[in-house]
């Protein structure tokens, strides 16, 4: 007996239970009105195998877009519906087969605004598990707590739909209904065929093939939804099956495009396979739903022998011979009770004890060279289409073909198949009727007015051209026009067709070629036929056609001519340069002798003129137009590392004439911008201290002398605006890195000045070294857009120490102090002539060494005197007259001497 299991789309369980389950299933999307939609989940349960808690009790289903795998909707559907599937002939069951059909249903909307990618979207449901005794593929039961179990196999059910707004309008789409399954089995060697044909509510066309059927990502029960993860995994072949080869058939499982499956088993055994069914809508591909099936092979089927058909035309004696084809002819004087042919149905099986001497059989009809809409010609069985033979009887059925043949030249073959109660599906024999039945006579219908084909010119007066067919049996017309891609009404032309009285056909075309009027810039030459056919017995199609060629020819027009003055020659191309800052004016013209109404205006290729500053005024006159051009490239709006070059067209049409012709004229200018000139800044230095000299940038400075210096940037550039500077000190070294030096980095217009101050103490001093050198980097740029300038002065500091050295270091050995004004004191002082002043002679100090003290003694080794002032001054108070002694201290060293003191 035969399972079949269909692909479907989701399911969401009440009870996650992981069992051998599954014969198959697919969803089906119903449109109802509006955005509403009806979604129906139909899966296929193994009454046998599969255990009461893996029967679901509700399913969610999840909708993706096929774009980006983005998830758009769950959706629920509660089981509803619960059915047995019945067998083709019951009788033949024996309980090897049972599955119930579980329907699952609920209603969506889908918004416009969501479900309006136009690559679609899918719905996706992934359970587990399928059988674990089926044949052709790997399908184990996964142990407990181990989700990613190799050899596990569920099913995805799966089905892809349309957006429902496709360029703005409403896509009306129900998906496709598939035919419903039988649980029938196959026999080995014997023909197996079941028709999986299904429909579609919107007629659209549906192709169908065989495909691997799909597994699910996980083994667990309900696989956890997530991102859609197309494509999804396949299930795998047994060694030796594969999807070329699914149940060692011979021949193998096949299906047709049109959906009917056939295969003749060789071995038993439980076989999986998958069936995808696409639907197309004028040759679009807009849909897909998958089936899987389960087709059970069983060793223990019944011997039977076919019937066996064969054939006469009536009145005739004899039968045809077995497998022999029957020709028949009729005129068509024929009645339509003599139209007819008798078949004769035998078989053996009635003469067996095995089905106690008798075997039910029934005939069909079927058509061979042509097609109807059903797969049958039920229209040609008898009354009684079914018998039961007994102990080898035979019996005869009649079948009359109707007055008009299927086929407008009356030939046309059908097949008569007569068919058993064999198990488990019925086996048939066929008889191969070639038909000939002469249609009913019949006269074509006829233009009386000859074809045409002239030419006017425009402004002409109306063309009247009168149209007139007849059809010689008086049957009703019809008319049907066709042309080559115009409208008559758009192009002045008027058609007016009557098809009465019965058998007659009379109208008039007329046609107004006034171009003012009506728009012939397009077209001028209009090609169409008027197709006339009548409503003969049988409608077949012998029509009759009337071919009309007009043309217009339309008066001359001269076209428009566009100039600039950056022309010199005429040309249609011109490419100037302009620096930024520099710029740009010329004036464009546009003429036509005709003096039509002329329209000049400007566009940039791929940008717009008015965002970069561009001025030229869109105008429109008769007979000549003028408009100026001016551009000021800035830098405000032109960045030249993005775009350096600009193609403006400049148009001149004319389209206001009488017969609205679109004449024009183009003049391309290709304006190649480049960065603005600009002088470079200079960047000066000067020293505010009087007691530093600036010397070719290099200055000397002794410790305790501060620095202090004004930095100058000068630009000269003034149009259209100063451009911004900006000093930075950019590199400071030396023997020693510079430290505690003040200087800070400024920015503005031209004169620029900044100051530089440095008081260095001690600590610039390293390893006894007490003269450092050092050079500090300034750079001194403007901000000329895409044409930078700078200038970089370097300023070379030497910082020296104080010059402590006591070689003219000479201290006074007599003092007097008696008031006279020479000598009155002891001091390490001289007199300046210069200034007429004392200067202390005692040796500076310096980052060596510096003074301390001064200590005077008597000859006995007795302090007299102490001071820590540079410039003391002793005056030998209540002292006697002798020689002093004095030690003068520094921190590095000491001076020792004598002094005469004499009153």
Not at 207 to 236: F, Q
Not at 685 to 691: D, Q
Request: proline letters at 7%.
């Amino acid at each position: 007996m035969k399972k079949i299991v269909l692909v479907g789309f989701f399911c969401a369980v009440g009870l996650f239970t992981r069992a051998s389950h599954i014969v198959g299933g697919e969803f089906e999307i119903k449109h109802l009105s509006g955005n509403n939609y009806r979604v129906n989940l139909i899966l296929y349960f193994d009454k046998i195998n599969g255990l009461a808690g893996a029967k679901d009790l509700s399913v969610v289903a999840r909708i993706y877009r096929m774009h980006d795998n983005a998830r758009m909707t769950d959706v629920f559907l509660p089981l509803t519906t619960e059915e047995e599937v019945s067998y083709t002939q019951p009788e033949c069951s024996n309980g090897e087969i049972e599955t119930l059909k579980l329907i699952y249903t609920t209603t969506i909307i889908l918004p416009d605004n969501m479900y309006n990618h136009p690559q679609g979207y899918y719905l996706v449901w992934e359970r587990c598990c399928r059988n674990y005794s089926i044949t052709n593929i790997i399908s184990q039961a996964p142990p407990t707590n181990d989700p990613l179990f190799p050899n596990a196999a569920g099913q995805t059910f799966y089905l892809e739909f349309p957006p429902v707004v496709k360029d703005g309008q409403p896509f009306i789409n129900s998906t496709p209904r598939l035919f419903p399954p039988l649980n029938d089995y196959a026999c080995p060697r014997k023909p197996y065929y079941t028709d999986f044909a299904g429909t579609d509510d919107d007629g659209d066309s549906l192709v169908y093939s065989l495909v691997t059927p799909l597994n699910t990502h996980s083994a667990v029960a309900i696989p956890a939804g997530g991102p859609g993860t197309r494509p999804y995994p396949l299930v795998k072949w047994q060694t030796g099956f594969s999807l070329n080869n699914i149940l060692h058939g011979a021949p193998d499982l096949q299906i047709s495009p049109d959906g009917f499956l056939t295969v003749t088993p060789t071995v038993q055994g439980l076989f999986v396979f998958a069936v995808k069914c696409e639907e197309f809508r004028d040759g679009v591909k807009i849909g897909e739903v998958r089936r899987d099936f389960q087709m059970l092979v069983v060793e223990a089927c019944p011997v039977a022998d076919p019937p066996q058909i064969v054939g006469r035309k009536k009145g005739a004696t004899t039968f045809t011979t077995p497998n022999q084809p029957l020709n028949v002819s009729f005129a068509n004087t024929v009645t339509d009770g003599d139209r007819c042919v008798q078949v004769r149905i035998s078989d053996l099986d009635s003469e067996k004890i095995d089905d106690n001497f008798q075997e039910k059989v029934f005939i069909r009809v079927f058509p061979l060279n042509f097609k109807k809409s059903t797969r049958y010609l039920n229209e040609l069985l008898p009354q009684v289409s079914n018998a039961t033979l007994i102990n080898g009887s035979t019996v005869d059925f009649e079948i009359c073909f109707p007055q008009c043949p299927y086929l407008p030249d009356g030939n046309y073959q059908v097949g008569i198949i007569a068919y058993d109660d064999a198990c488990s599906l019925p086996l048939s024999d066929t008889l191969t009727v070639n038909v000939f039945v002469q249609p009913p006579p019949n006269n074509k219908p006829t233009f009386t007015t000859a074809n045409v084909n002239t030419t006017l010119n425009e402004g002409d007066p109306a063309l009247t051209i009168p149209i007139q067919a007849i059809d010689a049996d008086g049957d009703q017309l019809d008319v049907f026009v066709i042309n080559d891609g115009f409208v008559l009404a758009d192009v002045g032309m008027t058609l007016n067709l009557n098809t009465s009285p019965v058998g007659q056909l009379n109208g008039q075309l007329i046609w107004d070629t006034r171009c003012d009027v009506y728009d012939f810039t397009q077209k001028t030459n209009f090609n169409f036929k008027i197709i006339t056919d009548d409503r003969d017995q049988c409608l077949f199609a012998y029509p009759d056609t009337l071919l009309i060629t007009l043309n217009i020819i339309l008066p001359g027009n001269s076209d428009p001519v566009i100039g600039s003055s950056l022309q010199t020659a005429g040309e249609k191309t011109i490419e100037v340069t302009r620096k930024i800052y520099e710029p740009l004016s010329f004036t464009v013209t546009g003429t036509d002798a005709d003096n039509d109404l002329l329209t000049l205006s400007m566009y940039g290729l791929n940008f717009s003129p008015t965002e970069f500053g561009v001025s030229f005024a869109e105008v429109t006159n008769r007979g000549i137009v003028t408009s100026a051009f001016s551009w000021f490239p800035d830098c405000s709006t032109i960045d030249l590392d993005v775009k350096n070059q600009f193609d403006f067209r400049f148009i001149v049409v004319d389209n206001a004439n009488k017969c609205r012709f679109y004449k024009a004229d183009t003049l391309h200018v290709i304006v190649h911008v480049e960065p603005p000139d600009n002088t470079a800044p200079d960047l000066s230095v000067a020293s505010t201290n009087p007691e530093i000299t600036i010397t070719n940038n290099s200055l000397t400075a002794i410790l305790g002398n501060p620095i202090t210096l004004t930095l100058s940037g000068y630009d000269a550039e003034l149009a259209p605006s100063k451009d911004l500077l900006k000093l930075e000190l950019i590199e400071q070294t030396g023997n020693v890195q510079p430290t505690g030096f003040q200087f800070q980095n400024t920015e503005g217009p031209s004169l620029l000045t900044a100051s530089f101050t440095w008081e260095p103490d001690c600590s610039i001093f390293k390893n006894r070294v007490y003269e450092n050198n050092y050079v500090f980097t300034f750079l001194l740029s403007d901000n000329r857009c895409f044409n930078t300038k700078t200038d970089t002065l370097e300023l070379a500091v030497t910082i020296k120490d104080v010059d402590g050295s006591d070689s003219n270091f000479l201290p006074p050995n007599f003092f007097s102090p008696n008031n006279d004004g020479v000598n009155d004191f002891f001091a390490m002082m001289a007199w300046n002539e210069t200034t007429n002043d004392f200067v202390n002679i005692l040796p500076l100090d310096n980052c060596v060494g510096e003074f301390v003290s001064i200590r005077i003694y008597n000859r006995w080794g007795r302090q007299v005197f102490e001071s820590t002032s540079r410039d003391f001054k002793w005056f030998g108070e209540g002292l006697p007259n002798g020689v002093y002694f004095y030690l003068v201290k520094y921190t590095h060293k000491e001076y020792r001497g004598s002094v005469t003191l004499r009153f």
